[in-house]
């Protein structure tokens, strides 16, 4: 594998964190173009890519909730690919930018078979028992960037 990561914030460079999104979402788990992309798919969030040799195989994204708050999510990784840490990668590189741009908290709506998984990157539950969201069981947590 040779990841490359970009910040993906011009449109020809989001087409592929929506690339991975239909193809690890919307094609392996039924979700509809609809309910994975809403209205804050649009300028002004910014989006991880991972490319394995050009190709994109992971992504996340995220944007502004508050005057020092993010909300990450949209965490996803091509199905060949789960498995090799591109998932944390992705949300570490999100990290990094997220506290170059001057924020200091991160918030996440995780699904609930995730939660362990965010857990392992220092996120914390923010409140009790899951919601629903969208189509999915989700739990909030929340991280401070230091």
Known sequence: MNIEVMRAQEEWQRAG???VRVQGMNR?????LREEFDEHDCDGTKYIVLLDSGYPVATCRFYEVGENTVTLGRVV???EYRGMGLGKMAVR????????LGYKNIVIDSR???VGFYEK???TR??????QNGV???????KELF
């Open 17 to 19: 964190a929506y690339s």
């Open 28 to 32: 392996q788990c039924g979700i509809s």
């Open 77 to 79: 990784v091509l199905p």
């Open 93 to 100: 590189q999100a990290e990094e930018w997220i506290a170059s």
């Open 112 to 114: 609930v078979e995730a």
């Open 121 to 123: 990157l220092g996120y």
């Open 126 to 131: 923010t409140g009790e028992g899951a919601k």
């Open 136 to 142: 999915f069981q989700c739990v909030g947590m929340e």
